[in-house]
């Protein structure tokens, strides 16, 4: 079992900008991609960005000149810096994780959501 855990929400002015972290948890993992994914109020989840084991960041487009996505492999961590945002960037921002168990199989994980708020 893996836990995410999110953090680094929080309500900002536009044009400002948030850093997000999520941290996964347990134990015989390797995990292959971490995600960012959001969902606004009344609308569908929609990827943020993706980053693989190597290293290789994969955005949407509409975010590609504004977010960043990282990865700390020794601290299992993630992170997504949100420059320049938007009010149309408010929603709840998910953690995913595609893991790997050592003792066999792969699954997706989720953490719980952290809310950002732009305010204009």
């Known amino acids: 079992q893996v836990r995410l855990v999110e953090s680094g929400g929080g309500l900002v002015q536009a044009g400002g900008s948030l850093r997000l972290s999520c941290a996964a948890s347990g134990s015989n993992f390797r995990i292959d991609v971490f995600g960012w994914y959001r969902q606004a109020p009344g609308k569908q989840r929609e990827l943020v960005a993706t980053?693989?084991?190597?290293?290789?960041?994969k955005y949407a487009y509409s975010m590609k000149d504004r977010f960043t996505i990282s990865r700390d492999a020794a601290k299992n961590t993630v992170y997504l810096q949100m420059n320049s945002l938007k009010p149309e960037d408010t929603a709840v921002y998910f953690c995913?994780?595609?893991?790997?168990?050592?003792?066999?199989?792969?699954?997706?994980?989720w953490g719980q959501g952290t809310q950002v708020t732009v305010s204009s």
């Open positions: 995913n994780a595609e893991v790997t168990m050592n003792t066999g199989g792969s699954f997706t994980y």
């Open positions: 980053i693989g084991s190597g290293n290789i960041a």
